[in-house]
Nanobody, 125 residues
Framework: QVQLVESGGGLVQAGGSLRLSCAAS????????MGWFRQAPGKEREFVST????????YYADSVKGRFTISRDNAKDTVYLQMNSLKPEDTAVYYC??????????????????WGQGTQVTVSS
């Protein structure tokens, strides 16, 4: 079992930045693929970004490419999402997820076994 706890959300003006963190505990985090998803009010949860166990492979949704950066520190069992040039349409609850199979380019919710509770990001115009 893996427990995931997100932090770092908040209210920011358009054009600003936030860094989300996701701390993992429980079973070995190192070999898991990690992902970030988000869910805006009234919308389905959508893929944002994913990173493989070593950090050598990352993948982003087109809507965040060039603005968001995913990274991980396996020594700290933590994955990060640096969000720059934020837009009002980035407003959502952001969820961290873990894939125990270590799939590359895991972009679908069903590929992830464990989920955090989410952290709210609100971008004002």
């Amino acid at each position: 079992q893996v427990q995931l706890v997100e932090s770092g959300g908040g209210l920011v003006q358009a054009g600003g930045s936030l860094r989300l963190s996701c701390a993992a505990s429980g079973r070995t985090f190192t070999y898991y693929t990690m992902g970030w998803f988000r869910q805006a009010p009234g919308k389905e949860r959508e893929f944002v970004s994913t990173i493989n166990w070593s950090g050598s492979t990352t993948y982003y949704a087109d809507s965040v490419k060039g603005r968001f950066t995913i990274s991980r520190d396996n020594a700290k069992d933590t994955v990060y999402l640096q969000m720059n040039s934020l837009k009002p349409e980035d407003t959502a609850v952001y969820y961290c997820a873990a894939d125990s199979l270590g799939l590359k380019y895991a972009r679908h919710m069903y590929e992830y076994d464990y989920w955090g509770q989410g952290t709210q990001v609100t971008v004002s115009s």
